[in-house]
């Protein structure tokens, strides 16, 4: 069962232009939402994290807005530059369990050209 | 500070042998937690201790996978009998719950299994 789903699979931007991911959740009880960027052979870094009680937070370039109602969060990069290319995965988890284990979405893979 | 760390970076086994993936995590982080990232997929979630403690390893897909943290710190995670679909990245991760009550989990390299 797949808890997150994100879109699109894939995304090619100009340079300067505004990149946009959505995800969508499915556990009403999931209370953390971050992102993550992951260049290839590298570890995944955390990006932006947002929790349910506002709705938007924004960090530099980087944006997440967040539907609660929806259950449906994004993630926007702003004046996206070609050093954002890369892997972005967003992510839930539910704090009140006793783990906080992250359910991870299937990935964006992100090109930004010159 | 020094991140997350694992070891080796790169792991060849031959099918039915045991390997054995260590996780130095982040000082003082009393969480770890293993993941297990498929080519071209999100990272899925194997098992989770607290200090010593493993508190969740409904992610293990078999026996085969063992995971252990016996002093609360550095981790080993070991597959016995290895098959082809084990190959994968293993993930550490490690997050401290006493700073801010937060969940930021920070990941270490992987180490990438490749199973023949």
């Known amino acids: 069962q797949q808890q997150v789903k994100q879109s699109p699979q894939s995304l090619i931007v100009q340079k300067g232009g505004i990149s946009i991911i959505n995800c969508a959740y499915e556990?009403?009880?999931?209370?953390?939402f971050p992102w993550y960027q992951q260049f290839p052979g590298k570890g995944p870094a955390l990006l932006i994290a947002?929790?349910?009680?506002?709705s938007e937070k924004k960090e530099g370039r980087f944006t997440i807005s967040f539907n609660k109602s929806a259950k449906q969060f994004s993630l926007h990069i702003m004046d996206s530059q070609p050093g954002d290319s890369a892997t972005y995965f967003c992510?839930?988890?539910?704090?009140?369990?006793?783990?906080?284990?992250?359910?991870f979405g299937q990935g964006t893979t992100l090109q930004v050209k010159p | 500070g020094a991140g997350v760390s694992q070891s080796p970076r790169y792991k060849v086994a031959k099918r039915g042998q045991d390997v054995a993936l260590r996780c130095d995590p982040i000082?003082?982080?009393?969480?770890l937690f293993w993941y297990q990232q498929a080519l071209g997929q999100g990272p899925e979630f194997l098992t989770y201790?607290?200090?010593?403690?493993?508190?969740?390893k409904s992610g293990l897909p078999s026996d085969r996978f063992f995971a252990e943290r016996p002093e609360g710190s550095v981790s080993t995670l070991k597959i016995q009998r290895t098959q082809q679909e084990d190959s994968a990245v293993y993930l550490c991760?490690?997050?401290?719950?006493?700073?801010?009550?937060?969940?930021?989990?920070?990941f270490g390299p992987g180490t990438r299994l490749t199973v023949t």
């Open positions: 991760a490690s997050s401290s719950v006493e700073t801010t009550g937060s969940y930021e989990q920070y």
């Open positions: 947002i929790r349910p009680d506002v």
């Open positions: 556990n009403t009880a999931f209370d953390y």
């Open positions: 201790f607290q200090n010593e403690a493993q508190l969740d």
């Open positions: 992510a839930a988890s539910r704090g009140s369990s006793n783990t906080g284990k992250l359910i």
């Open positions: 000082s003082g982080h009393v969480s």
